[in-house]
């Protein structure tokens, strides 16, 4: 089973542009589609994103069901924060793995969204049914899933023009001197592979921090709101200001595995727009309890309750 549509092109340009602006998704979504032999131009199938469409071609494109990846066993469960027929928000645990890939051969949030029966948008290829936004492996937090590929094109638009997004919570090894915004550019890190990094030809990308709540022990909580949605953006930026997530040993936190298991990263508050409704919407996703166990350890806790607060922390981002 497949979904094929076209329309006429209002204007030149780059095929992958045009398909991007007309479908409203992202540009790499759109290139998927086109690598996988999904897109024609004229009735001639185009496998380059940079092919020159003219003003008046037609663009058709498909989009294929889902193929059921090999069963796997899946013997966790995962929080839902919200559902309804259009979308899906849940609360990842850390150590769990979003979607699929050659590499990695545990059960994925996939593999638990497809056991569950839930129908899953395949807007962005197969591997990756229904994911709008992603979380690395050991962060923790809020997650949205689309459910169709009308509400993934509406939702991954959001994700474009800033009217959906995050705030994260994170434990650093020490306090942040001030309020700031990082705006570098972020490539892959030319010695490790592993890594990312702050490069001279990366792609732009842009991070606001807010300091939070200080503890006796140097370590403090801060927020941090993206501008952009590079891989390790957060981990990166806070590295270029000389200070690292708990847990985070890749990016130069020292400490033993045993003693902070895993990267102290939160997403805590999800906001989005309905993409039928058009409802605005606010998701909180509750901490864990390795997170909620090292603040009541180090910090107080009444003004941890403040910092935790939703309406102060969106103030604490507003200009």
């Known amino acids: 089973m497949s979904q094929t549509d076209s329309f006429k092109s209002e ?55 889902a193929e059921k990846r090999e069963p796997v066993e899946v013997d966790f469960d995962v929080e839902v924060l919200y559902e309804d027929e259009h979308l899906l928000v849940v609360n990842k645990p850390s150590g769990l793995v979003v979607h699929p890939a050659p590499s990695v051969k545990e059960a994925t949030l996939v593999d638990w969204l497809v056991q569950k029966g839930i129908s899953l948008s395949t807007i962005s290829g197969e591997e990756r049914h229904g994911i709008v936004h992603r979380i690395d492996k050991e962060t923790t937090g809020a997650l949205v899933v689309a459910k169709s590929n009308e509400a993934h094109e509406k939702l991954s638009a959001q994700l474009q023009d800033k009217s959906m997004g995050r705030y994260y919570l994170a434990l650093i090894d020490y306090p942040l001197k001030d309020d700031c915004i990082v705006d570098k550019p972020i490539g892959r890190n030319p010695n490790n592979r592993l890594k990312m990094d702050v490069v001279p030809h ?7 921090f807010r300091k939070l709540l200080a503890s006796p022990h140097d370590t403090e909580l801060i927020a941090a709101k993206l501008f952009t949605g590079r891989t390790h953006q957060i981990r990166v930026h806070l590295g270029t200001l000389g200070r690292h997530i708990l847990g985070d040993d890749l990016y130069g936190f020292k400490s033993k595995r045993d003693k902070i298991p895993r990267v102290y990263l939160h997403a805590y508050l999800l906001y989005l727009i309905h993409p039928v409704t058009g409802e605005k919407m606010e998701f909180t996703a509750p901490l864990f309890d390795d997170m909620k166990h090292y603040l009541t350890k180090y910090f107080a806790p009444e003004p941890v309750g403040k910092a935790l607060d939703t309406t102060l922390l969106k103030e604490r981002f507003e200009v």
């Open 11 to 65: 204007g030149n340009g780059r095929l992958d542009k045009i398909l991007s602006q007309t479908l409203e998704v992202s540009r790499n979504q759109v290139e998927k589609l086109i690598k996988d032999g999904l897109v024609s131009v004229n009735g001639k199938v185009v496998s380059k994103p940079s092919f020159k469409v003219a003003e008046g071609d037609t663009v058709a494109y498909e989009f294929k069901e």
């Open 202 to 208: 990366g792609k732009e990308a842009k991070t606001a």
